[in-house]
């Protein structure tokens, strides 16, 4: 099996699940996970998606925040709404994720958002996403959503049953999501962790070292360790703003992230004007260095 490193769109659209994750272990914690947010039905630079921009400045998957699998559309995607995600993915040549919103019961702080149907953390969201050609589910929450670990858990465990093999799931919070009683240090535990494994999720979430208050390195490192003892694999997250932060910041947080041992690395979709080109490249330096990051920027969709 390919690492990740080295595949081609070609290679992608071949794999089975099981050696997308294979591919994504092989490559030591050198996978860059990019968020893009559809909240506002705008382009970075017209007419190309943000996502094209995204793959040219060094993003190995893709991860769409606030897609309506209701009613699906991107902007920049001009195809039959059942086509937008296979469009999508036939113009990057990337694995194209989606977040989904398991919404919980307990305790929250501040207004909660309403949701539309479509981005909902349900078997039948899950069911549209799988149909609409995705290739992983991240359960998490956005800001006042009320999203909380039960929830997370419960719709790790539906899905799964649900999916099978044909889906990737990944699940975990970035940051308290509204939720009083999870957050900072308190946003996920090892009986959160291997809850999450044992329903069936596949990677398993954490706030990357430095974005959430109380959430060190030590604390990062440990869970990590642990979630590989589980056979698991880690995804650190930025999901706090600091995707647009100063290019120093990025890449201390990235080299934190590289030493807490994680698999993947997300960057979030909260930079001034939702996606940041220039610090999703120092990330991607930080932790693979030009070579790998340009080979990425540089690699032919026809491959």
Not at 47 to 74: K, M, Q, R, W, Y
Not at 139 to 160: C, K, Q, S, Y
């Amino acid at each position: 099996m390919k690492r990740l490193l080295d595949c081609n769109a070609s290679d992608f659209a071949a794999m089975t699940k099981g050696e997308k994750l294979e591919s994504i272990q092989a490559s030591e914690g050198r996978t860059i996970v990019q968020e893009l947010s559809l909240f506002r039905n705008t382009m970075m630079l017209e007419p190309i998606t943000d996502a094209e921009i995204a793959c040219a400045f060094g993003a190995d998957l893709i991860l769409l925040n606030a897609f309506d699998c209701v009613s699906p559309h991107i902007a920049g995607i001009d195809a039959p709404a059942e086509e937008t995600i296979r469009t999508l993915k036939r113009y990057t040549g990337r694995m194209v994720g989606v977040n989904l919103e398991p919404v919980g019961t307990s305790q929250t702080l501040g207004e909660l958002e309403d949701m539309p149907e479509g981005r909902a953390g349900t078997v039948e969201n899950a069911l549209r996403a799988r149909d609409l050609g995705f290739d992983f589910i991240l359960l998490t929450g956005n800001p006042g959503t009320g999203v909380d670990n039960a929830a997370i858990l419960e719709a790790t465990r539906t899905m799964h049953e649900a999916l099978g093999d044909d889906m990737i799931i990944f699940a975990g919070k970035m940051h308290a999501a509204g939720s009083r009683n999870e957050a900072g240090e308190k946003i996920i535990t090892k009986d959160d962790v291997r809850a999450f494994a044992e329903a069936g999720a596949d990677v398993i979430l954490l706030p990357a070292p430095g974005t959430v208050p109380g959430v060190t390195f030590e604390f990062v490192r440990d869970m990590v360790a642990y979630i590989h003892s589980l056979g698991k694999l880690s995804l650190t997250a930025i999901g706090t703003s600091q995707e647009g932060a100063s290019a120093t910041t990025i890449e201390q947080i990235a080299l934190m992230c590289k030493m807490a041992g994680t698999d993947l690395h997300h960057v979030g979709d909260a930079g001034v004007g939702g996606l940041n080109p220039e610090n999703l490249m120092a990330y991607s330096i930080a932790v693979r260095g030009k070579r790998h990051t340009y080979l990425r920027m540089a690699r032919s969709v026809n491959r």
